[in-house]
Antibody, heavy 117, light 111 residues
Framework: EVQLVESGGGLVQPGGSLRLSCAAS????????MHWVRQAPGKGLVWVSRVNSDGSSTNYADSVKGRFTISRDNAKNTLYLQMNSLRAEDTAVYYCTRAGSGLFDPWGQGTLVTVSS | QSVLTQPPSVSGAPGQRVTISCTGSSSNIGAGYAVHWYQQLPGTAPKLLIY???DRPSGVPDRFSGSKSGTSASLAITGLQAEDEADYYC???????????FGTGTKVTVL
């Protein structure tokens, strides 16, 4: 069964840092591009970042560029999102998802990040 | 800052047909990029519903259908059922932003 399981969310103060992880199983992780998508409470889906299959190419939404870093460890079948200089507006559920032909499938269950003092 | 616009809500009685529009521009849908649709049931992660404008993944009922024309796309639900009550999002790629974009989302209510 293809599965994505996020972890690492929690409460952090403004200006703080957090690293999210996404453990993948059930498919050849190193063959797929991976993405992070977030959803603020009561709001819609927003694409955050993507990384290519070998980790050599990354892209970010303007809202997180320079503060967030996406990476992957293909030996551990794990995707990461390092989030620095966190702001209140970064509060959201963060989903990792597998990409293929421009679509996202499947999605993890999400991990909640709350930025508050 | 969604670049794909959807109506905030649509509703219908059980058994009726509802449609959800997704309006983009020449840098995304109009540029020929595929449109995909996701269903998000309350308190759960999004699930792929329609891909490549009109194809259904295995397991998705044929009550759900998608189409695309020009700078817009649409999702139709025929024979509306109570379990279809959810949020629906369209998604494509935008060449100006060099990234994936989602629609603003539509809440479907079954009356």
């Amino acid at each position: 069964e293809v599965q994505l399981v996020e972890s690492g969310g929690g409460l952090v103060q403004p200006g703080g840092s957090l690293r999210l992880s996404c453990a993948a199983s059930g498919f050849p992780f190193s063959s797929y591009w991976m993405h992070w998508v977030r959803q603020a409470p009561g709001k819609g889906l927003v694409w955050v970042s993507r990384v290519n299959s070998d980790g050599s190419s990354t892209n970010y939404a303007d809202s997180v560029k320079g503060r967030f870093t996406i990476s992957r460890d293909n030996a551990k079948n794990t995707l990461y999102l390092q989030m620095n200089s966190l702001r209140a507006e970064d509060t959201a559920v963060y989903y990792c998802t597998r990409a293929g032909s421009g679509l996202f499938d499947p999605w993890g269950q999400g991990t909640l990040v709350t930025v508050s003092s | 800052q969604s670049v794909l616009t959807q109506p905030p809500s649509v509703s219908g009685a059980p058994g009726q047909r509802v449609t959800i529009s997704c309006t983009g521009s020449s840098s995304n849908i109009g540029a020929g990029y595929a449109v995909h649709w996701y269903q998000q049931l309350p308190g759960t992660a999004p699930k792929l519903l329609i891909y490549a404008n009109s194809d259904r993944p295995s397991g998705v009922p044929d009550r759900f259908s998608g189409s695309k024309s020009g700078t817009s796309a649409s999702l139709a639900i025929t024979g509306l059922q109570a379990e279809d009550e959810a949020d629906y999002y369209c998604q494509s790629y935008d060449s100006s932003l060099s990234g994936e974009v989602f629609g603003t989302g539509t809440k479907v209510t079954v009356l």
